[in-house]
């Protein structure tokens, strides 16, 4: 694992450089499209046995680094690769912010071999460590954490998505007198901004996902975070329709060949269960986690974030590109 990490942060500079030209282009499917190209094409240059155990693209048909594809020169580690080329296409479509292209690599069989489905998750710093619970309400772990950080629920801060799936528990916060910011998009950032040193959030909580739970999981993981997870079918997530019945049975009987469970609830230490993974985010867009891409002249600068758990580094990485 320690010889990949510069390839692995290649890898995402290599995706969101790909796409920058089409920021703001209106076409999410011609996003993913460029960047899983690039990205696929970085992968495979990499002296690696790589292998895709939870990727982006199922859920809205997009074009996608499929489940279980084989990637790398066919020498060297073998190792579980979590991937979403664009975490945020319609933010690169629309030219908003937090828009990231991602990627985290682990040895062999430690990431969690889940479908692309929706994901219900919790994530806190290392200062609420041990309070969450996904089996309890979510007013029963916004006391719970704020009892941990010896702090009154008015002064919690609760990150999330403002998607009409979220509009009860934002609610439910907000009775409470805990503070939501709901940001359009973007769950693996939103993640991390509990766990970073200067954290702008106590707790993340959305149903997204999985693949980007996955991800986020990875760099939870090595910030010292916790967080919990839940597979969740698609009439859970959406509501119950005959149509979304129909994906949810696909959904269970892909989990059933899997060996994966739904509505089961997963520990930080099964989603990733090594330290020796390593997490890289490259902006596209200006971010809260990065910058985006830049032009400077006739040169181009990107901002990564590299988490490396061969070595106990968390990087900040600004690349000029000539």
Known sequence: MKTLAYDIFKTTECAALSVWPLLGCGDKNQIDGVAVKAMRHALNQIAMQGRIVIGEGEIDQAPMLYI??????GDGPHVDIAV???EGTRMVAMGQSNALAVIAFAPQNTLLHAPDMYMRKMVVGSQAKGAIDLRLSLVENLSRIAEKLDKPLSALRMITL????HHDAIAQANALGVKVYAIPDGDVAASLLTCLPDAQADVMYSIGGAPEGVISACAIRLLGGDMQAELID????????PANRELAQAEHHRCEKM???????YLLNLLVKSDQVIFSAT????GDLVCGIRQIGDRLQSQTLLINGTDGTCNIINSLHY
């Open 68 to 73: 279980g594809e084989r990637l790398g020169t």
């Open 259 to 265: 060996g994966v469970l739904i509505n089961h609830i």
């Open 234 to 241: 698609f009439c859970e997530a959406k509501g119950d329709t």
């Open 84 to 86: 979403d080329p664009i």
């Open 283 to 286: 902006g596209i867009t200006q």
């Open 162 to 165: 403002d998607k009409p799936r």
